[in-house]
């Protein structure tokens, strides 16, 4: 749900950053307007100025006059508009009507109801649009109203003038009306300036200061909405409306305004980013993004788009929008290739620099978590899906005549990357591929259309573009029928414009395009392949359904029986034995006396249910798990590092309940209940968990009463008690798989003891598919007879048959640790620190470990030959070959504590284990 909410915000934030960006863009002449005779008005508007004029007459108005209105743009080519004025002598007021606008329902004018004060004020009331309301000034007074009936908004804009003040004499004189075309418009642009309303640039223009914009942003959202047009719009008006809209799109925006608008975006990338990833992740997350859309921004910017933004879109991505000057599948095609392809290059290079440029610690973190990222992003960027680049790369590939294929592969490829990503598990990816699929129902309705446009004289280039645009309405009406979406029919005569437009892509240019397109998609292609190489491996190695019920059964079966026990057996024998498994040496405490219980529960302002008191009666705290001493016992909220909302995710943490019969996602609390629970311990120092309890009458969650809390899987146990015993059942259980995975390696061991040992070391280079692939190249460094001979030479001793044949076919085997043959050294030979570590391997006395094997001393004169080099000293020991030993003790596990007939009795316990460890072992069930 909260990946839809994301998505759902990212594009609601895009919508919302395109709005801003055009208020930005958008210039504020002052108006000049003249009276014109005789004018009649534009085709488009004709039948709406009908029905206007109908209704003012009827509300006691006469006119009109007609006003020819002209906008300078910054571009030098003014815009020319047509304004109808009538006047009321009776009342003393105008009303003006403009053309539509795309923003409101395009079979309305604009009207708008003007009167003049007589202390020399303007008023004027708006039908829905919230421009002169925005900009009111000292002198110029407005304000919206939600109707367009003439009526109801001259009886509103008659009621608030009279609240205003005395109407001025004779307000609807021909000068009077002059006036608001005149010298009134431009008053009313200087006081929006000198009161900020808006700011002045260096070419005269006024402009909306940024917070200026928000506000009307906001406005605008809020403002009252005029119902959706039921009748359908003329073919005319659509094409005056997409004139007026294309004029909007590509005026320029102020460079502050565009890095401002991409610095806010950042922004909040990082800001949501941070507070659900971390803030490393966000940083490495939005600069990926950020290197992505600048390839694209360059190519936009080289190709001649005009109005290039980019925008990071948080928890989603990033997007760079722009308007094509010119149709030209050529440069479509590199322009979305230019996203991914120099982030995969650069991602390459960083890998190889992070892994082998000698880089270390942090630094190199740093290289290869944005190494992977970048190819992450970027490989996933190629998949020809909607709406990634690799969509819009295959788009701008197919012949620019075959719409109705681009129709079937956009339907396809949403459909298909759809159920990809949710077999991947991320289904709020899904929702942006599924939006895809309206566009292939437009790409289908296109080919309709452009089938018969192709032939058409009319719109060809040679003519004007608004008279190809209306031919091209006029055969939308014929042939997909009229309709009242002005945008969407807009939208679709645009991109039908330049399809024609579209010059037909060359063979050399399609071939060089497809090849690197085709480079970049074996990236996801291998990974995909790799993917279910691995599926299908991992699935053979899996128990079947069978064994896998056998195991359940029995782990239960296991499981009920230890519980049985721990249920059975008192609670202090259970401590005491989780203890001493954890750590042998450590002293078992000795219990809380009633003295020091007493003192806790004054401190901590609360009296300690029994079973907790009853865990400090055995043993004042226990430090192998991790619990402290009575007297040291803290409400969580005194904890300082402990913060329970570094646990939380959506607001809540999560607990999984190995005792509970509920299901995970059930079990659940607030960090801020946590606060008065009293902190009991922190099992191990070294992460972020803690152990908590809840003192209070009632518990917070019905039946629980102690909750581990941990980054990874927080956890829940009815009581302390149940929580003891749940630690000693894991740990017997643990025992029980450890036994059982020895035997099974007992059991591999004596299935290859007919094998040699260079035949089972091919055994464990026969890697997956998926192995050989993403695991780096082992190159093998093989010994000579030559480097073996002065071995052993230098050792005096002739090094055992089994041994020189694993030398001769892989000097230094990384299975088996072995070093390379020219380091063979005498144990006597090591440096101190190497031997002190192989005494301490030899002698220390670990639970769980087997028996010491034997003391430095015994081994001196061994050949060390198996464990850890760097740059040709020797680090570490795991296997020495003691030549004068007994024949069952001569080759010495150091790590493992175990003896070896021979060097490939060693090699076959090695294979056996990691055998067992892969999946490909022999299984006793």
Not at 289 to 305: Q, S, T, W
């Amino acid at each position: 749900m909260f990946d839809v909410l994301a998505l759902v915000c990212a594009i609601v934030l895009v919508i919302g950053l395109q709005i801003l960006r055009n208020l930005l863009a958008t210039v504020f002449p002052p108006l000049q307007g003249r009276r014109v005779n005789a004018a009649t008005p534009p085709e488009a508007m004709a039948d709406l100025h009908a029905i206007y004029g109908e209704r003012l007459r009827a509300l006691g108005f006469e006119g009109p006059l007609w006003y020819l209105i002209t906008q300078p743009e910054p571009s030098g080519s003014p815009v020319n508009f047509l304004a109808a004025v009538y006047r009321n002598r009776a009342h003393g007021d105008t009303a003006w009507l403009l053309p539509p606008t795309l923003g409101n329902n395009p079979n309305l004018l604009n009207l708008t109801f003007a009167s003049w004060l007589a202390d020399g004020r303007l008023a004027r009331t708006q039908s829905f649009d919230v421009f002169y309301e925005s900009f009111q000034t000292t002198s110029f007074l407005a304000q919206t109203v939600a109707t367009a009936e003439p009526g109801d908004v001259l009886a509103l804009h008659r009621r608030w003038v009279q609240g205003l003040g005395t109407v001025a004499a004779d307000p609807v004189c021909d000068g009077a009306i002059d006036a608001i075309v005149g010298w009134a418009g431009e008053r009313h642009w200087r006081e929006a300036v000198q009161e900020k309303k808006l700011r002045c640039d260096a070419d005269g223009f006024a402009r909306l200061p940024f917070p200026a914009a928000v506000r009307l942003l906001l406005r605008v959202v809020r403002a009252p909405k005029p119902k959706p047009p039921v009748e359908p719009v003329p073919a005319a008006r659509l094409a005056y409306l997409a004139g007026a809209l294309e004029r909007n799109q590509e005026r320029p925006v102020p460079a502050w305004a565009q890095v401002g608008l991409f610095v806010f975006s950042v922004a909040l990338f990082m800001a949501a980013g941070g507070w659900l990833w971390g803030m490393r992740f966000a940083v490495l997350l939005c600069a990926v993004v950020a290197f992505h859309e600048l390839g694209h921004y360059l190519a936009m910017r080289v190709f001649g788009y005009r109005n290039v933004q980019m925008y990071a879109l948080p928890l989603v991505g990033g997007v760079t929008v722009g308007i094509e000057a010119k149709p030209n599948a050529v440069h479509r095609a590199w322009m979305s290739l230019m996203g991914p392809l120099p982030g995969i290059v650069l991602g390459w290079i960083l890998l190889y620099v992070g892994y082998f440029g000698g880089v270390d610690g942090e630094v190199a973190s740093w290289i290869t978590g944005a190494a992977w990222m970048l190819l992450a992003v970027n490989y996933l960027n190629v998949l020809p899906v909607p709406p990634l680049d690799g969509a819009h790369v295959v788009q701008a590939l197919l012949p620019a005549s075959a719409v109705r294929l681009q129709a079937i592969f956009i339907g396809m490829a949403s459909i298909g990357g759809a159920a990809l990503v949710v077999a991947l598990g991320m289904p709020y990816l899904a929702i942006i591929a599924l939006l895809q699929l309206p566009h292939a129902w437009t790409r289908l309705q296109m080919g309709r259309v452009l089938r018969q446009l192709r032939t058409e004289p009319r719109v060809q280039a040679p003519q004007a573009r608004p008279l190809r645009l209306r031919h091209i309405f006029h055969s939308y009406e014929t042939h997909v029928g009229p309709t009242p979406r002005a945008t969407q029919r807009i939208t679709w005569a645009i991109e039908t414009l330049r399809h024609l437009d579209l010059p037909r892509m060359s063979w050399g240019h399609r071939i060089v395009l497809s090849g690197v397109y085709g480079v970049l998609l074996m990236g996801p292609i291998l990974a995909g392949a790799g993917w279910l190489l691995f599926g299908a491996q991992l699935a053979a190695a899996m128990p079947n359904e069978k064994e896998l019920q056998a195991m359940a059964e029995k782990q239960k079966a296991q499981h009920d029986a230890l519980t049985a026990v721990a249920m059975r057996q008192p609670f202090g024998e259970i401590l005491r034995a989780v203890a001493t498994a954890n750590d042998a040496a450590a002293p078992f405490p000795e219990p809380a006396t009633p003295e020091l219980i007493a003192a806790a529960e004054q401190e901590l302002g609360v009296v300690l249910p029994e079973e907790l008191k009853a865990l400090y009666r055995v043993a004042n705290g226990v430090p192998t798990l991790g619990l402290l001493p009575i007297e040291q016992l803290k409400r969580v909220r005194d904890v300082d590092w402990l913060k329970p909302a570094d646990y939380a995710y959506e607001g809540k943490i999560s607990l999984y309940s190995a005792s509970s019969e509920e299901d995970a996602s059930d079990l659940s609390i607030a960090p801020g209940q946590l606060a008065g629970w009293i902190y009991l311990g922190r099992p191990l120092e070294e992460n972020d968990s803690a152990i908590v309890y809840d003192v209070a009458p009632t518990s917070v969650i019905p039946g629980i009463r102690l909750v581990e809390l941990f980054s990874e899987s927080p956890s829940a146990s009815p009581g302390v008690a149940q929580w003891v015993r749940e630690r000693w059942i894991a740990h017997q259980q643990a025992e029980t798989w450890a036994k059982e995975r020895a035997l099974n390696v007992d059991l591999t061991r004596k299935a290859l003891s007919q094998k040699s040992a260079v035949e089972m070391l091919e055994m464990l280079d026969q890697n997956s598919p998926l192995a050989r692939l993403v695991l780096p190249v082992q190159t093998k460094q093989v010994a000579d007879a030559g480097a073996i001979a002065l071995t052993q030479q230098r050792l005096g001793l002739a090094l055992p048959d089994d041994l020189q044949a694993v030398l001769l076919q892989d000097n230094a085997r990384p299975h088996l640790h072995l070093l390379p043959v020219d380091q063979f050294v005498r144990v006597r030979e090591l440096p101190e620190v190497v031997r002190t570590a192989m005494s301490d391997h030899l002698t220390v006395e670990t639970p769980g470990e087997a028996a010491p094997l034997a003391t430095l001393d015994l081994i001196l004169d061994c050949v060390a030959i198996s464990g850890a080099e760097d740059s040709g000293f020797v680090q570490a020991v795991s296997l020495v070959w003691c030549p004068a030993a007994p024949a069952a003790q001569q080759f010495r596990g150091i790590w493992r504590r175990e003896d070896y007939v021979d060097f490939t009795d060693y090699v076959r316990a090695t294979t056996a284990t990691i055998l067992v460890a892969q999946g490909r072992g022999e299984r006793l069930y």
